[in-house]
C-alpha cells in the first residue's frame, strides 16, 4: 500500500507499506490496537485513519525519533490521507481471481472487480499491465468501466 499525505504547501509525502521493516510493522500493528498485520493491511484499504496515520507515523520516526503515536495527528486527514494498492497488490488480487474465473471458464469475476482495483490503485496503468500479464488484456478497455 502506499499512503499518501499532502501537506499544507501542497507538497506529497508518499510512504509505501513495502519498505517497511518488521519493527517499523510490529510498532503499527501496537499503535492500531494490537491488530495483525493483515487486519491493518484490511484498515488501509479501507481507509482508515488510523491505520494511515500508524504508517506516517512509523516513517516519521526514522528522522524524529522522539515521535510518539498518541501525540502525531494528522489536521484535514479526510483531505490530505489516503491509502491506494501497488502492483504487487493488484497482481494478488488479480491472480486470486483469475483462478476463480478460469475453474469456471468466465471473465465475468474479474470484469467485476476491475472498478474496485482501478479506485484502489497508486497507478490505474498497474491494473492494465497486471491484466496484459495474465492474458487478460482484453478486459482493460473494458466499456462498462467507467474512470470510479
Do not use: C
Not at 491488530?35 to 482508515?48: H, I, N
Not at 526514522?62 to 503515536?69: D, M, P
Not at 471458464?105 to 472487480?113: L, V
Amino acid at each position: 500500500m502506499i499512503i499518501t499525505y499532502t501537506h499544507d504547501d501542497g507538497t506529497v509525502e508518499r510512504v509505501s507499506t513495502e519498505e517497511l521493516s518488521a519493527i517499523e510493522s510490529a510498532d503499527i500493528e501496537e499503535a492500531v490496537g494490537g491488530t495483525p498485520w493483515r487486519e491493518v493491511e484490511d484498515r488501509l484499504r479501507g481507509q482508515d485513519p488510523t491505520a494511515m496515520r500508524a504508517v506516517l507515523w512509523a516513517v516519521r520516526k526514522r528522522t524524529e525519533t522522539g515521535l510518539k503515536f498518541s501525540t502525531f495527528d494528522v489536521p484535514g486527514w479526510r483531505r490530505r490521507l489516503t491509502a491506494r494498492i501497488e502492483r504487487t497488490e493488484i497482481d494478488d488480487v488479480l491472480g486470486s481471481i483469475l483462478a476463480e474465473a478460469l475453474a469456471t471458464n468466465e471473465d465475468a469475476a474479474i470484469d467485476a472487480m476491475l472498478p474496485h482495483l482501478r479506485k484502489l490503485a497508486h497507478d490505474r496503468a498497474d491494473v492494465e499491465a497486471a491484466l496484459d500479464s495474465l492474458g487478460k488484456g482484453h478486459l482493460a478497455a473494458a466499456p462498462a468501466d467507467s474512470a470510479g
